[in-house]
């Protein structure tokens, strides 16, 4: 069995002005690739594999067009030169957007499949919040989904959809793919799987698994960030046989139609004055607050200093702020020294609607890892302590903290940029409060900017009838 490897992961906010490019992607070529533990689950399988490109980035703002051709142009060279293959395993996200172009995972998945040809089986797993379109599901064999958010299956779901793929070349059977799209897209704040309905949704998925000529059912959340026409809820079904496949995608469908109006957000979730009037209440510790409309794992550009200057206008002390992405601001802290007093302008730097906060603060602790971008401060500006960050990126990581000699659990109330917390923030949260604050990614779903999204759709429209109606993947069409 010749199986290539490969693909293109991150999640796109087209509200955001900032443009990803090259530089914000790690990525993994040849046999870096099968080097990576990301992927050292593939070598179990006794195939011949032909390790292609990898590029992963923090989610954000669209991909610039240049750096999308750029590793698709390189990805297609190294598929060609793979050839000839049986099966092709992509690791994607689902919800890449790239300026003058609807569907990039679509354009994406298609170019391989121009490759490989109709005989070669297509394998992809995908992020439960990515977008799905007929384009994409034309090209597949096989598709799995996440069936958790917070995300703790990613591996899992990478596993299900090569193993799939290589007992599909073993046994010389062709699976094939149904999907159901479903006109509602909500949060994945409002449909976390530790909270109902979504939990019991996600649930019953492996019942129907079990089900005759069923491989592997799911549920896509859908990215509701993107305004583009693909935007949807759906079902997607990989399975044997047609009847059995088209039957279970329409039944999940129906059952997330029929829940949409009642996901909720699991945290206790106001505006932001109203939960730091909560914050400043409690005893309890650590009190953990989400910025939830600049968090960067779902979008959000990171550089917002709204919550800070709220916390500092209420002179609140013990607070850590984890954090905040400004590369001038982490520059002047390191042409500084620690423990020097600097005149800082923390914030603002990326989006041009957000505006700084002027503070007198104190270095605490500057961390060189050797790369520029990577660079981090830390800064104390009265009772709050906040981490500056160079690069876009989150704090949800205990090893986030620790490596700034910073203890999350010690604090009265831990501020970071996040929706619904990762799963090591949210088992010390005491409590959990989220604040619905400005950003590119907020919570405000109904009054959206809408002009490209296909209508109608739940929650944006909410007097209109739905019967699910599956679709075939192209290999099934005949």
């Not at 592997?216 to 059995?244: F, H, Q, S």
């Not at 500056?388 to 700034?404: K, M, Q, S, V």
């Not at 000699?405 to 831990?414: C, M, N, Y």
């Not at 619904?420 to 010390?428: M, V």
């Amino acid at each position: 069995m010749r199986i290539a490897i490969g693909g293109i992961h991150t999640e796109c906010s087209t509200y955001s002005p900032v443009l990803m490019t090259v530089d914000d992607f790690k990525v993994l070529r040849g046999e870096e690739l099968l080097g990576a533990a990301y992927f050292d689950f593939v070598h179990e399988s006794g195939a011949d594999l032909l390790p292609l490109l990898h590029a992963r980035a923090v989610p954000g703002g669209p991909v610039s067009r240049v750096a999308y051709e750029a590793f698709k142009s390189e990805f297609i060279e190294r598929l060609k030169a793979a050839l000839p293959l049986d099966g092709l395993y992509l690791a994607m996200h689902g919800a890449v957007n790239v300026k003058g172009m609807d569907d990039a995972e679509g354009d994406w998945i298609s170019a391989a499949r121009a490759v490989v040809g109709d005989a070669c089986i297509v394998a992809a797993s995908y992020d439960l919040h990515g977008n799905v379109s007929q384009t994409i599901v034309d090209q597949l064999d096989i598709f799995a989904a996440y069936r958790t958010a917070p995300h703790i299956d990613v591996r899992q779901t990478m596993v299900r959809a090569w193993a799939m793929l290589v007992d599909a070349l073993k046994i010389g059977e062709r699976p094939g793919v149904a999907w159901a799209p479903v006109p509602v897209l909500w949060p994945g704040e409002r449909t976390s799987t530790e909270d109902e309905p979504a939990k019991g949704l996600y649930a019953r998925l492996p019942e129907f698994d079990a089900r005759d000529g069923i491989l592997d059912a799911n549920l896509m959340i859908g990215y509701v960030w993107a305004d583009e026409p693909r935007a949807t809820a759906c079902a997607v079904v990989t399975g044997k046989d047609k009847a059995a496949a088209i039957a279970a995608a329409e039944a999940i469908a129906l059952s997330y139609w029929d829940a949409r109006a009642d996901f909720r957000f699991g945290p206790v979730t106001r505006p932001l004055d109203e939960v730091l009037d909560i914050a400043q209440n409690l005893s309890s510790r650590p009190v953990i607050l989400a910025d939830s409309a600049d968090n960067p794992t779902g979008g959000g550009v990171g550089d917002r200093a709204d919550v800070l200057r709220a916390v500092l206008s209420r002179n609140l002390t013990g607070v850590l702020f984890a954090g905040i992405t400004d590369r001038p601001t982490v520059d002047a802290c390191f042409t500084a020294v620690n423990s020097a007093r600097v005149t800082l302008s923390i914030g603002g730097s990326l989006d041009p609607s957000s505006q700084p906060v002027d503070v007198e603060a104190e270095i605490l602790t500057l961390d060189d890892p050797g790369i520029p971008a990577d660079r981090q401060a830390v800064v104390r500006i009265g009772g709050v302590t906040v981490i500056l960050a160079a690069r876009r990126r989150p704090y949800h990581n205990i090893a986030d903290f620790t490596r700034l000699g910073l203890d999350p659990k010690s604090v009265g109330l831990l501020v970071v940029k996040s929706g619904y917390l990762s799963p090591e923030l949210a088992p010390i949260a005491n409590p959990n409060l989220m604040a619905l604050t400005d950003g590119v990614v907020g919570q405000d779903i109904e009054n959206l900017v809408s002009l490209r999204r296909q209508r109608p759709a739940f929650p944006f429209d909410r007097d209109f009838a739905y019967t699910p109606e599956a679709r075939l993947s192209a290999s099934w069409k005949d």
